[in-house]
């Protein structure tokens, strides 16, 4: 996995009055913060962390110019608020978006002190020196740019194409991740290494199905079938509920939110949704399975842990036969040898009853007379 960057490391060790020292003289970079269509949730996530904790996070390690949330001011003296600080730390500051840009009607669906939205991200976000996408809304539509997107909801890369621009999608993102992109912009001026997708490398690199705590169930072949199952009730793989795990980028299943354990998707029983990918969440159908990055898919893969006795399974045969005939050919014995019903069609290959039965005309015709 690539090494998270220096700020991450605020633990209860290294408090953030350690980190802020370390920061050297560029301490508390001006962050403006913009909200467009959105549900809050990733304002909300970022109220969750205790390293640093809100208070410290504002107090010490950035300077919050403009936040409609979290600001006292409101009305006419928040947009003052707003426009000094675009000023006066013009390509300087972090601005970070949250919610989509509705680009339809002409800007009728949303206005901020009667501008339309996409207006104030072209001059807010064009003065900046970074701009942090937060959530899979800012970064590429989100929920309002579902089928049939009638507000032409985009991503801030639709709209600011040639921006410095990190994407930090999820719904909501994990809150640790924007903090240590951040604190490690303000710390010495750079990003963390990013994927094709302006995605931070170092919490998109991995599938969640690589660590997901329900992985064992997922090899051995145990689905939840619906839900409130006994699968489900005893923690079993969500695939065939349709889980995007396994074509998920994120690190949820190590991450959980809230500081709490499991408190994550797939850790209280829902099935991913593969809210960081732009092609899986609100584009795919919940239930529908995705592609597997194996040469193999379950079920078929897997043979039944509990197996009617005297067969083998003909697909699980069929696989066997087909990666190594020799072994096929042992399958087969077995399950001849095993079989307690005569003439067993199920059972792939001829039976014994091609040599010995009375078709082959044997004078032996009950299964009591075979070996
Ligand atoms: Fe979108 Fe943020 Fe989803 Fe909500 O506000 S990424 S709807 S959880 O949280 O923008
Ligand atoms: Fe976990 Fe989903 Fe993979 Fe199953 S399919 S192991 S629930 S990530
Ligand atoms: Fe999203 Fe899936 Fe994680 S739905 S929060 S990427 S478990």
Known sequence: MVAAPSA??????KTPADVAAALGKVIRPPVIWLHFQDCTGCTETLLRPSHPGLDDLILNLISLEYHETLMAGSGTLAEQALAEAVQRYSNQYICVVEGSIPTGGHGAYMKLAGRPAMDVLLEVGGKASTIVAIGSCASWGGVPSADPNPTGAVGVEDILPRARIVNLPGCPPNPYTL??????????????????????????????????????????GHFVKQFGDQ????????????????????????????????????????????????????????????????????????????EPQGKVSPIAAGLVGLAAGALAGASYVASRKFSTVPDDESVPGP????????ANGGSGTGPEERP
């Open 8 to 13: 991450l490391a605020i633990t209860d060790q």
């Open 351 to 358: 039976g014994p009853s091609a040599s010995a039965g009375p």
């Open 179 to 220: 903090l240590g992109v951040v604190l490690q912009a303000a710390s010495n001026g750079t990003l963390p290494e990013l994927d094709q997708q302006r995605r931070p490398k170092f919490a998109y690199d991995r599938h969640i199905h690589e660590h997901c705590p329900r992985r064992a169930h997922f090899d051995a």
């Open 231 to 306: 699968g489900h009730r005893q923690g079993w793989c969500l695939y065939e509920m349709g889980c995007k795990g396994p074509d998920t980028h994120a690190g949820c299943a190590t991450r959980h939110f809230n500081e709490i354990p499991d408190v994550w998707p797939i850790g209280i029983g829902a099935p991913c949704i593969g809210c960081t990918e732009k092609h899986v969440a609100f584009r795919m159908p919940q239930f529908q399975v995705v592609p597997l990055h194996t040469e193999v898919a379950p079920p078929s893969a897997y043979p039944p842990i509990i």
